[in-house]
């Protein structure tokens, strides 16, 4: 069966919390909990991008103009 949407809640307090788990699993609805420090990104793809950023500090980038990346976009 399709489902109509996603529900995102923000539960008060962990009473809050444990009422809401109570009601899904009464009511037999699948659900999910992430903690609210998880990041939405990939961890892998957060070390590259962080990596990128050092090593730009650290003078290992390469400036390029605007005509140099079209020329590498559209060729």
């Known amino acids: 069966m399709k489902t109509a949407g996603t529900i995102i809640a923000h539960p008060a307090s962990n009473d809050k919390l444990e009422a809401l788990k109570a009601f ?14 998880k990041s ?18 650290e003078g290992k980038g390469k400036k390029i103009t605007i005509e140099e990346l079209q020329a590498v976009i559209y060729n």
């Open 24 to 37: 899904m699993n009464a009511l037999n609805i699948k659900f999910e909990l992430r903690p609210l420090n």
């Open 40 to 57: 939405p990104y990939d961890p892998d793809f957060v070390d590259m991008v962080l990596q990128g950023d050092k090593d730009l500090k």
